[in-house]
């Protein structure tokens, strides 16, 4: 059979004719034209004649060509711009330098160290048995601080090792030498234990080296840094286990190097962001073994402490904010004076703060444990829709900000949890303010609520306008509730005057 290609002409019959002509037509045009343009004068050759340029008053004008019919002559050929290799362009900003902290180099290992503790085998074995007796330990400890301490290391030119070129990538895989520890050794530590009691005191050996090896880390570069707080935070002294129904405990313990972070003036803000969110993970999943009632006073202080400067980034407010909703404390040491919700209220009713930091603090409220004795509800309830209020007259003014829906939902969670498993800090009942007992007791909370569903319905969840009915009824409801001045006054000259 004969077979077509559509890329080779057929040289027969009539349509084989036809190609052969217009073949041939082609080429007549291209040698012509080749023809033209190789003789001398001719266009673009030796000696062939170029338009001349334009002269007007001794001075010699780019040539230009006519423009199109209608629209003047065509503009001027660019002429070249005169940079001075001395001077920057004007309005040019350099870029600023590298920080220091990102091109820190402080290994902690040394060549012998690195030599002598990359055959893992030994460590691993001993990291599964679980066992204490001193040669054990010393193994482990070797190993430990090899998987913490290879995270310093960049490729250096003057050690021996052949394989030091293994480096070359460390920087960018320091996440994976995290989760060598974490994913890996961590989670076989100690399976080889037939008492779940030696297992624990195993565990417990072992976080606290990391613990203590981890310091140094926290005044390294700037990648091993986020990388150090970030595992101190993973690490956990019983892992859950769905099938046998364990429940995860973190090994709170890791507080205290995260705390001294938080309170370091020289710790970059990234830094600080993921150190609070360690200590959000510890806090909340510590199970029975919660930090003890002087630990999480410390985090709390350390914490509002943060939260009091104004001129942070939002962010960190923000995460400083969701680290004060999972610590199970309600007053003072000394004090005896409610501790976290004065600073969550501090920041909802601050205008100069960012709105969505704002709004982390309503969701706070939903979250945070009340003392019956000396929280004022009523007046928590005002602060809260006070701030639902302006919020719902600015998104009414510029609705299409992304900021106001995210807001707006945070308002909607002080009251309802996000699932079952969203918890007031204690524990002991679902978040939100509609489950509190001194809300409940009151029913201080449901009219609130019934007043902030539909603007989350109709504006979050279908981008339906916000109506001046639904910010006229918030705005009724704080008249109605605002605390009568004359109360203030005559309270106020009650308690001068005395008994």
Not at 50 to 71: C, E, F
Not at 320 to 327: D, F, S
Not at 470 to 490: C, F, G, L, S
């Amino acid at each position: 059979m004969r077979h077509f290609s559509p890329w080779r002409p057929q040289w027969c019959g009539a349509s084989g004719l036809l190609c052969r002509v217009v073949v041939a037509l082609l080429c007549v045009v291209t040698w012509t034209a080749s023809d033209v343009a190789a003789q001398p004068g001719g266009f673009g050759q030796p000696g062939g004649k170029q338009p001349a340029p334009k002269k007007t008053g001794g001075k010699v004008l780019p040539n230009t060509k006519p423009g199109p019919k209608g629209k003047g002559p065509a503009k001027p050929a660019d002429t070249p711009l005169n940079i001075s290799p001395d001077k920057l362009p004007d309005g040019y900003v350099p870029p600023p330098a590298t920080p220091e902290l990102m091109t820190l180099e402080e290994p902690l290992l040394t060549e012998e160290e690195y030599e002598a503790s990359r055959n893992l085998s030994p460590y691993k074995n001993r990291m599964r048995k679980g066992d204490l007796a001193k040669e054990d330990k010393d193994i482990i400890d070797k190993g430990l601080k090899y998987r913490l301490y290879v995270m310093t290391l960049k490729p250096n030119p003057a050690w021996k090792d052949k394989n030091n070129d293994k480096l070359k990538d460390n920087e960018r895989d320091l996440h994976k030498r995290r989760d060598e520890l974490t994913q890996q050794d961590l989670r076989t530590a100690g399976t080889l234990q037939n008492k779940a009691e030696n297992q624990l005191a195993f565990r417990k050996y072992v976080l606290q080296e990391i613990v203590k090896l981890a310091e140094p880390l926290l005044k390294n570069n700037f990648y091993v840094r986020l990388q150090a707080v970030t595992l101190l935070g993973e690490l956990e002294l019983v892992p859950a286990d769905p099938i046998k129904n364990i429940k995860l405990e973190t090994f709170t313990p890791a507080c205290e190097p995260l705390i001294r972070v938080l309170e370091d003036p020289d710790q970059p803000p990234p830094v600080k962001i993921a150190a609070a969110r360690s200590l959000v993970r510890l806090c909340k999943f510590a199970g029975v073994n919660l930090p003890p009632v002087e630990l999480r006073h410390r985090i709390a202080k350390s914490t509002l402490a943060e939260l009091a400067k104004t001129d942070t980034h939002y962010w960190y407010q923000m995460r400083l904010i969701e680290v004060l909703a999972a610590l199970d404390i309600t007053l003072d040491l000394q004090a005896r004076k409610p501790l976290i919700l004065a600073g969550l209220l501090n920041v909802l009713n601050d205008p100069q703060r960012d709105w969505h930091a704002r709004a982390e603090a309503a969701w706070a409220l939903g979250r945070v444990p009340f003392d019956p004795a000396q929280t004022d509800v009523p007046a928590v309830m005002r602060d809260l829709m006070q701030f639902a209020l302006d919020l719902t007259k600015a998104a009414q003014q510029a609705p299409t900000d992304p900021k106001w829906k995210t807001c707006l939902f945070k308002v909607y969670l002080a009251f309802q949890p996000v699932n079952a498993e969203d918890r007031e800090a204690t524990r002991r009942t679902r978040a939100g303010l509609l489950n509190s007992p001194l809300t409940t007791a009151q029913s201080l909370a449901q009219e609130p609520y019934k007043l902030i569903v539909p603007i989350v319905n109709d504006y979050v969840i279908n981008g339906k306008p916000i109506t001046a009915q639904q910010i006229q009824a918030i705005d009724a409801w704080v008249q109605k509730n605002k605390q009568p001045a004359q109360a203030n006054v005559n309270n106020g000259a009650a308690a001068q005057a005395g008994p």
